[in-house]
Structure formats: C-alpha cells, structure tokens
C-alpha cells in the first residue's frame, strides 16, 4: 500500500501562485509515474500533469506554461508549482502514483483550490 497526503490548496486571487504538495508513504518502492488530477464542481477529473521515475513530464495543454510538476524522490515527494493562476483553475487537486506489483494506483484525498477573480 502507498499514501498520499496533498497540501497547500488554498484561496489565491488570479495572477496569484499555489504549491501544491503530495507526500507519498507506505510501499514507495512500488511507485513508478506519479501525477496530479483535478476535479471542478459539474466536471470530469482531468489529468493536470504527470512526470515519470525518469523525470519525463507532460501537461494538460490548459496549463502548459504556467504549472510545473516535479518530485524530490529522496523526500518522497511530489510538487505541483501553479503561476498565473485562473478562476477556471478552481478544483479539487488529487495526487496519484502509479504502482508495480501489481499496477495499480493510488489517489489523495484531495486539497482544494479556488482562484477568485
């Protein structure tokens, strides 16, 4: 089993930034890509960003440019840095890892974000 633990939503005007973290614990030597999801009221949960074990990312083209997705594997750790931030970025922000044996994969609880305009 690996947890994950999101934080760092909060309320941020837009133009603002957000870092949002995931602090992965439990079976980590089982988690291969880790990503961020989010979730805004009436929608479906998109893929944000995803970065690999080898450090390959790719973005949501509605953010490209303005997030960045990295992790501190020694620490255990996944970051999410959001710059220019828009009411339309407003969601709940899942964490996720990507498990071997057997693939499976794990989700947060969520952190919230609201961008006010």
């Known amino acids: 089993q690996v947890q994950l633990v999101e934080s760092g939503g909060g309320l941020v005007q837009a133009g603002g930034s957000l870092r949002l973290s995931c602090a992965a614990s439990?079976?980590?030597?089982?988690?291969?890509?880790m990503g961020w999801y989010r979730q805004a009221p009436g929608k479906q949960r998109e893929l944000v960003a995803a970065?690999?074990?080898?450090?390959?990312?790719t973005y949501v083209d509605s953010v490209k440019g303005r997030f960045t997705i990295s992790r501190a594997n020694v620490k255990n750790r996944m970051y999410l840095q959001m710059n220019s931030l828009k009411p339309e970025d407003t969601a709940v922000y899942y964490c996720?890892?990507?498990?071997?044996?057997?693939?499976?994969?794990?989700w947060g609880q969520g952190t919230q974000v609201t961008v006010s305009s």
């Open positions: 439990g079976s980590i030597f089982r988690i291969n890509a």
């Open positions: 996720t890892a990507d498990l071997i044996a057997p693939m499976t994969r794990s």
């Open positions: 970065i690999t074990g080898g450090g390959s990312t």
